[in-house]
């Protein structure tokens, strides 16, 4: 164990065992056992990261990165195990770099969206951003999570817009990826007209897919860098809403392909709901009354030259496919009026977080998947919840094509009382049936957490194998977040 003096030595004052503290760390809004750290230590730069992991491998010591404010959902950052710190990167709060003309940022993982949305848009850019991120929610945590972001058409890779990172590994040496790792440092590669954009290498490895989705079982990101878009002169956003969800697959199969849009997803009337409620519960439950089953919401953009042009050219051809399809495009529905929605997923979600305002707390059930097999596992999810005594008239659901369109993030919200024992317990047993469930319907957990981390990553032994072999190499001690994943 690290007397707190050690730690003094190096963060100053910034080092925490006050009892409210490490009982806030030690849960979250999730079913993973609660377990209290022993300290929480806030470093302020990657020199103080570094004599941090070099003092956890010196007494084996467990560290759990955090960069989020709370609340937290996953389990993610509560300790698998005792005695271990808390390692808060809010400090790290600086902005390094917002760059127009190469349509790239860079930033410590402290940053938040609503700060780095605000820095992004004085300069003409704009972040590829997950849906409604809460407020305390950083832009690293985000892109390390692998969040499905809300515009596929500039989504090229599963990574992006992740570009390159500066990563402490837990076996206490710096490292840089991608365009970054060099030649030379970043300031040199400033200097000569550099950006560090590419996120391959170096050499012939993408080391940042190590880091990505590991929960903060490889090592501790002291910075990132990622890929921004144009901020658009003109946007007319859209709803198309359906009682079906196959021909509103269709079209937005056919809006990506095609590149007409930019942000672009599908919620059910429970998510759109809860989203756009006002007034709890009454609100509520008339505006979700009044809502389709589905609704797809678009984004179409014009830029610098002739947006108008543009704009009106794809709203046309647009049409043409709603025609062929039997789909109306609207710019309201109920009372939800779509530039006012489009306002408020282009930032960060106001208080409270949209998805604690309908009873406090939930779980997500969340896998990638193709059209193909979405509605059979939407389907099979309805049954699972049946069986559990779930209402499905209480789950949300949020589509959200990736990568081109290629694939499809699908994401079931459970609402849940968290001071009702008998409803936590419902909900914790149908997140562990669905997952099974939808396992065997071809679903693809690509971000487990929790106790099913286990369970989804076991079934790959050849994975797993690889992951430990390389986490004897930057983590060989295993400091690092013991018992996430598959450590």
């Not at 990132?224 to 946007?235: I, K, N, Q």
Request: hydrophobic share 40%.
């Amino acid at each position: 164990m690290i007397a707190k003096e050690r730690l003094v030595k190096i963060v100053g004052k910034h080092v925490s065992d006050d009892p409210a503290v490490l009982e806030e760390y030690s849960r979250d809004i999730s079913f993973v056992h609660p377990i209290k750290p022993t300290y929480v230590v806030y470093p302020a730069s990657m020199a103080e990261v570094k004599e941090i992991v070099k003092l956890a491998n010196e007494t084996q010591t467990p560290l759990v990165p955090v960069s989020s404010g709370p609340p937290h959902f996953r389990g993610d950052t509560v300790p698998g195990t005792g005695g271990a710190i808390i390692v808060n990167m809010s400090r790290m709060k600086k902005i390094i770099n917002v760059d127009r003309p190469r349509r790239v940022a860079m930033v410590e993982p402290g940053v938040t969206f609503g700060e780095l949305v605000a820095a992004a848009t004085r300069e003409g850019i704009r972040l590829n951003m997950p849906l409604l991120p809460r407020k305390t929610k950083t832009v690293v945590g985000s892109l390390l999570e692998r969040e499905p972001v809300v515009m596929p058409k500039y989504q090229w890779d599963i990574s992006d817009p992740v570009a390159c990172l500066e990563v402490v590994f837990g076996n206490g040496e710096d490292f840089r990826t991608g365009q970054a790792a060099g030649p030379g440092t970043v300031e040199e590669q400033w200097a000569v007209g550099g950006v560090q954009k590419a996120p391959y290498g170096p050499g012939t490895a993408s080391w940042h897919r190590l880091i990505q989705g590991s929960q903060g079982t490889i090592g501790i990101v002291t910075w990132a860098s990622m890929r921004c878009e144009l901020l658009p002169s003109l946007e007319e956003p859209f709803f198309v809403g359906g009682s079906e969800l196959a021909p509103i697959l269709d079209l937005t199969a056919w809006l990506i392909r095609l590149r007409m849009v930019n942000e672009c997803f599908i919620l059910n009337n429970v998510a759109l709901a809860a989203i756009c409620a006002q007034k709890w519960p009454k609100d509520y439950a008339s505006l979700k009354q009044s809502l389709p089953p589905w609704v797809l919401f678009y984004n179409v953009a014009g830029y610098e030259y002739f947006p108008e042009e543009r704009v009106k050219s794809y709203i046309k051809d647009i049409t043409a496919i709603n025609q062929r399809l039997g789909l109306d495009a609207v710019q309201a529905l109920s009372t939800v009026s779509a530039i006012d929605f489009l306002r408020m997923v282009q930032k960060p979600c106001d208080d409270p977080y949209w998805k604690l305002r309908y009873k406090g707390a939930f779980e997500d059930v969340l896998f990638l998947t193709i059209n193909d097999k979405i509605e059979s596992q939407i389907a099979a999810m309805q049954e699972v919840a049946t069986r559990a005594g779930y209402p499905t008239t209480d789950m949300g659901i949020y589509i959200q094509p990736i990568v081109q369109g290629t694939g499809l993030h699908c994401e079931f919200n459970l609402f849940y009382d968290p001071d009702d024992p008998v409803e936590k317990n419902c909900v914790k047993a149908l997140a562990d049936a669905a997952v099974k469930e939808l396992l065997a319907r071809g679903a693809f957990f690509s971000r487990p957490y929790g106790d099913n981390a286990a369970l989804i990553l076991n079934r790959d032994a050849a994975t797993v194998n690889m992951l430990k072999r390389l986490k004897n190499i930057f983590d060989p001690k295993y400091i690092m977040n013991p018992g996430k994943v598959c450590f």
